[in-house]
């Protein structure tokens, strides 16, 4: 793992690589990472059209540090197609997105397959098969990043996609990403109509420990980006929990009624810590004014 591995998205926002104007005139909206998807959303006799816009795409893009390409499921022919386009290309995106993983192996092969060709990406698994959960902690172990794949996990149960069926797989990625330290991303919302569905699954994530969300539709990014982006008044908490209990002698102190000792301040520390790489890497995304020109472009989609 790099560095920047510790700068954990908050954003994501899938744009499928149907159109070479709908994806670049996404980046104009605010998601800490923008990702071009080539798998579902591209029908398989569209897939070789998706990886040329793709490739257009990127090598349209000021920097492509923060862009995001989701590839074909590995042992696939498609996945191969896309990996010899994105190792040939001129430009290459920050992360890539695996699909259908079932083995840790995967992203260790995917890594190593990549860094024969100079190349480094962080590499975030979707977690999306039972065996995928089975071996989480070891995917978790290979990997800079997990998102859940509702979908195609609730497939594989026969169940629909709700809280209290994927909650031992929610689980089982918040408690394998902590242990690792990388980014636990939930899944996106497929109502798109009912906006108290969105506020249920981010306060879901949050409860549970996860870091951010993905969507594929910019009108979400507002409430996900102010759920999971660091908080200055969050952040300034933490400081205060940090220095009452210094002041203590790092014991146990009281603070604002409630007792505080070195557990708040390792939680505290952490915040703080992912705030400022948070900052240092997304923090030049488009300002909070933006979203009014989103709404706009919205009303007029």
């Known amino acids: 793992m790099t560095e920047t591995a510790h700068a954990i998205l908050r954003s994501i926002l899938y744009t499928p690589a149907l159109s070479l104007d709908r994806v ?11 990702l071009i998807d080539l798998e579902d959303s591209v029908p ?6 998706a990886r040329e816009i793709c490739q257009r795409a990127l090598d349209q893009s000021p920097d492509a540090t923060n862009l995001a390409v989701r590839i074909n499921p590995l042992g696939s022919i498609e996945a191969v197609h896309d990996i010899a386009m994105l190792t040939a290309g001129r ?5 890539i997105f695996m699909t259908m993983v079932r083995f840790p192996a995967e992203p260790v092969l995917l ?11 962080q590499i975030y698994v979707t977690v999306e098969t039972i065996e995928a959960v089975d071996a989480i902690d070891r995917i978790a172990a290979a990997s800079d990043g997990l998102i859940l794949g509702s979908a195609d996990l609730a497939a594989t149960l026969g169940i629909e996609i709700n809280q209290a069926g994927l909650l031992s797989a929610r689980q089982a990625m918040a408690l394998a990403c902590a242990r690792h330290g990388i980014a636990c991303i939930d899944t996106g919302n497929f109502q798109l109509a009912s906006p108290s569905i969105l506020h249920d699954e981010i306060e879901h994530a949050q409860s549970l420990g996860f870091h951010g969300k993905g969507t594929v539709h910019p009108k979400e990014l507002a409430a996900i980006n102010r759920a999971f982006r660091p908080d200055e008044a969050e952040l300034q908490a933490a400081r205060r929990v940090m220095d009452a209990v210094c002041a203590a002698g790092d014991g146990i102190a009281l603070l604002d ?4 000792g070195p557990p708040f301040v390792r939680k505290a520390r952490a915040a703080l810590a992912g705030g400022e790489a948070w900052t240092a890497r997304f923090g030049s995304t488009p300002a909070a004014g933006l979203e009014t020109n989103q709404e706009q472009k919205e009303e007029h989609a």
């Open 24 to 34: 670049v005139g996404a980046w104009s909206y605010d998601a800490d990472v923008h």
């Open 44 to 49: 398989g006799p569209a897939k070789q059209d």
């Open 91 to 95: 430009t290459r995106p920050g992360f």
């Open 111 to 121: 890594r190593e397959t990549l860094a024969s060709a100079s190349w480094h990406p």
């Open 257 to 260: 009624g409630r007792m505080v």
